[in-house]
């Protein structure tokens, strides 16, 4: 047995131990973020064209995208870690790349529900490009920039600040400040122009960045223009029409707004929802779930005791001038102050989430204050060129083609002041 | 994470006989194109027929230990490749290519220990299967830029002597098994690539039977469990560039092999051998990567979906014949033929496999009387394998040809 366990013992010296990881995959670098997309422009042209997006004859540019942490500040004044997408066009002429450089379009996101929807997640997760970011830069070449806001991407386990300007602003100012030094540092070159735009909740965070701006950073960020859409700016008249009706079309769209507003102005959510409810909106809203998932586990009956929000709360929120959310909402109205920048208000005919009246009452109450050039531009109008047109977009189907707009009128500046 | 390695040099790789098996572990087994079931001589017996360690000499240990130097010659592809189900062609100039060529070298050891009454063990440390295919070409690169499967086995071994005919035996089978699968599309103007490697240890048994009716006949029966290797490791998947890693998995049988064979001795100096293998296949039915979370949508139908294989049971027909020359030289030599387990339907550049014949020589010569040494060589002429169109599933149109294998072994036994 002696001569076997020695055989044993000679055969152990075949093996070794040690490590035989596969290393990490083998990424561009860069400094501040991290390369997440990069699409060159035939691959972005054959995809588009795949997509039915494009044909032969479309100008398409590659897409390289960035994911770049950065700081912010959320509603109760603390600094916050929190990331965003910056897309940059590839293939364009040196003469744009080399001397004359890039617009900027800032572009907000509109309500997502789930962690895996915001910019930043979907270019890490699929490494492909997505959302309007093919409009604005693989078909429009503008550097888009695309927070993913507080409560998402790596932010996830703060709560989101659902249409809270206050941190809405701030995701957004901080985002261009780190994308604007995140080029500096990576010889991207700007040339000085930047838009601001965005869809629904995007539309509303543009508009209060574009207040944020013009009250605090004047100087050291000039927008050349903002094309907000489809947002709900007057958040007190929305809530209140919202509260005033029986059912709920999407549930989960005021239970959000309760929700944040509940979290940033520290009151109870049993005083505001009713139960099963209350207990399971810290779930439901912790970014696992999609709207459509949130949706299921909420009721459409407004209120009464079955009710999504409690009685109590919305009979305080009519009839008592001193209600914290009347209040609240107050502060966050966006659509009557004066603004110096150019403001085109775009938004379908159609909507049927946030009504096309909310635009035209925004345009026509910061043009009462003083704002001097705010204008309404209904899509399909736009579209058609035809002011009669029949033409009708939902909420939902209404995103790409207001972005083509939007698209539009940007590149329109752009060829006036660039040649290009 | 497992974290054994093994040193370079014990990586069995190889596309000997149909599938990846790569039953020559031995100076007589490779000279005996594997026609050694029934009449094994010396310490590689503990391998081949564990039964038989009761015929050998019960005061002796034997040990035996080599090295196969293996040759894999490129494999040829002519034809177009078809993509996305078809509505993409390309071009028999550009899909054509060559494998690259392989050069590895395969230790083994062996050892028998002496009789305990009717009890006897043995050792061996082998690499039974395993393959390597690497493409450089632009459209093979896309499926198998490496796929590479390298196994060592520790394989201890008893017999019990129930009569003077007849012995029974078995095994304990530890394998350690690394995979690795690489695949690059960029040069296919495909922007997809993966980088996957992963081990795992797994454990199966071997049973065997040895019949001695007359002093000039024996016979012999094996059986080798099947082996589930559930590589364990990570993956990198790129789209356009960009890569995240993942945890993997992915699991590849070592099938179930059954062994029948006869020998016939003439006058103690000519020994005939017939083997009949029957290997059973058909338990690679797909090949699975899994992932620790959802992978790039965009990645999923070329890297997530799985992929069917569908292989079929084969047979190997294989016949020895040993001379003894002289008291201190024999000769050996050998033949077989072996049939491909992989149907034309799932046919793939990893395994471009078809029937085959195998060739083999070899010589021992005895030093003295503790001492032996030879050598042994091992020519596998693959046919070549035409696939028409609609015939496979992954889009090949054309023709394999060449490939094979050339393998040549210098060992040494000693007992005492």
């Given at each position: 047995m002696k001569y076997l366990l020695g055989s044993a013992l000679f055969l152990a010296l075949f093996f070794i131990v040690g490590c035989g990881d596969l290393g990490k995959p083998d990424n561009p670098k860069v400094d501040g973020g991290e390369v997440v997309v990069n699409f060159s422009p035939e691959l972005m042209k054959q995809s588009l064209i795949k997509g039915g997006v494009?044909?032969?004859?479309t100008t398409v540019f590659g897409y390289i995208a960035y994911k770049i942490p950065y700081t912010t500040i959320n509603e109760e004044g603390e600094e916050v870690i929190v990331s965003g997408l910056m897309v940059v066009p590839t293939g364009m002429p040196e003469v744009v790349t080399k001397q004359i450089g890039f617009s900027l379009v800032s572009d907000d996101h509109g309500t997502i529900f789930a962690n895996d929807e915001a910019p930043g997640v979907i270019g890490e997760k699929t490494n492909a490009p997505s959302g309007s970011a093919i409009i604005l830069t693989a078909l429009a070449g503008f550097v888009t920039l695309q927070p993913d806001y507080i409560g998402f991407g790596d932010s996830k386990d703060h709560y989101h600040p659902y249409l809270l300007k206050k941190s809405l602003a701030s995701a957004t100012v901080d985002f261009i400040n780190e994308a604007r030094e995140f080029a500096g540092k990576n010889d991207i070159k700007l040339n000085g122009q930047l838009f601001l735009t965005g869809y629904s909740e995007g539309g509303y965070a543009a508009l209060a960045t574009l207040q944020k701006i013009e009250d605090e950073y004047l100087a050291e960020i000039p927008v050349t223009l903002a094309a907000p859409m489809a947002g709900p700016y007057a958040m007190t008249g929305m809530a209140m029409k919202t509260l005033s009706r029986p059912t709920l079309t999407v549930p989960s769209f005021m239970a959000n707004v309760g929700y944040s507003y509940v979290e940033a102005y520290d009151k109870e959510l049993r005083s505001v929802f009713n139960e099963p409810y209350a207990s399971r909106l810290d779930r439901l809203l912790g970014g696992d779930y999609n709207r459509t998932e949130v949706d299921k586990e909420l009721t459409t009956q407004t209120t009464g005791v079955d009710g999504l929000f409690n009685p109590l709360f919305v009979n305080s929120f009519f009839t008592e001038a001193d209600n914290w959310f009347l209040q609240s909402l107050m502060q966050n109205d966006i659509y009557r102050w004066k603004a110096i920048t150019p403001i085109r208000l775009i938004h379908c005919i159609g909507d049927d989430i946030v009504p096309f009246a909310m635009s035209k009452l925004t345009e026509g109450n910061m043009t009462e204050v003083g704002s001097t050039s705010v204008e309404t531009i209904p899509v399909e109008v736009a579209i058609t060129q035809n002011p009669a047109t029949p033409l009708r977009y939902g909420h939902g189907e209404c995103g790409k083609y207001a972005y083509a707009v939007a698209a539009k009128i940007f590149g329109d500046i752009r060829k006036t002041a660039f040649g290009y | 994470m497992k974290r054994i390695i093994l040193l370079s040099t014990i990586t069995a790789v190889s596309l000997i006989a149909g599938g990846y098996k790569l039953p020559q572990q031995s100076l007589n087994s490779m000279a005996l194109g594997a026609a050694y079931i029934a009449h094994t001589t010396d310490a590689d017996t503990a391998y081949y027929n564990p039964a038989n360690m009761s015929y050998l000499d019960p005061e002796i240990h034997y040990f035996e230990t080599g090295v196969t130097l293996a040759h894999l010659p490129k494999n040829k592809y002519t034809g177009i490749q078809l993509l996305q189900n078809g509505t993409v062609t390309i071009p028999s100039a550009v899909a054509s290519g060559e494998s690259e060529v392989e050069n590895i070298p395969i230790p083994y050891l062996h050892y028998v220990a002496p009789a305990m009454g009717k009890w006897r063990y043995g050792l061996s440390v082998v690499a039974p299967a395993g393959l390597t295919k690497r493409w450089e070409a632009a459209v093979q690169k896309l499926f198998a830029e490496e796929f590479a499967l390298k196994n060592v086995v520790l394989n201890p071994a008893f017999s019990y002597r129930v009569s003077d005919e007849f012995s029974v035996g078995g095994g304990l089978r530890l394998i350690y098994s690394k995979g690795k699968v690489y695949s690059d599309g960029s040069l296919a103007g495909i922007p997809f690539k993966r980088e996957m490697e992963g081990n795992t240890i797994e454990f199966g048994y071997n049973l065997a039977l040895a019949w001695r009716p007359t002093d000039d006949i024996s016979v012999g029966i094996t059986y080798r469990s099947k082996v589930d290797l559930d590589q364990e490791g990570q993956a990198n998947l790129y789209l356009a560039g960009i890569g995240r890693q993942f945890d993997a998995t992915v699991s590849i049988p070592i099938p179930a092999a059954l062994n029948i064979a006869i020998s016939k001795t003439w006058d103690d100096v000519l020994t005939l051998e017939f083997v009949y293998e029957r290997t059973f296949w058909s338990a690679y039915k797909t090949l699975d990567f899994e992932y620790g979370s959802p992978i790039q949508p965009a990645l999923v139908s070329a890297f997530d979906d799985p992929k069917p294989k569908d292989w079929e049971d084969s047979n190997t027909y294989r016949f020895g014949l040993t001379y003894e020359y002289s008291d201190r030289l024999t000769l050996m030599a050998g033949y077989a033929y072996d049939e491909t387990p992989v149907p034309a339907k799932t046919l793939n550049y990893e395994q471009p496999d078809s029937d085959s014949h195998i060739f083999s020589a070899g010589f021992k010569y005895k030093h003295s009387e503790s001492l032996s040494w030879g050598a042994a060589v091992l020519y596998s002429k693959k046919d070549s394998r035409k696939l028409g169109a609609g015939e496979n599933i992954n889009g090949i149109v054309g023709e394999f040809t060449d490939g094979g294998a050339i393998l040549g072994t210098v060992g040494m036994s000693y007992r005492f």
């Open positions: 494009a044909d032969a004859n | -």
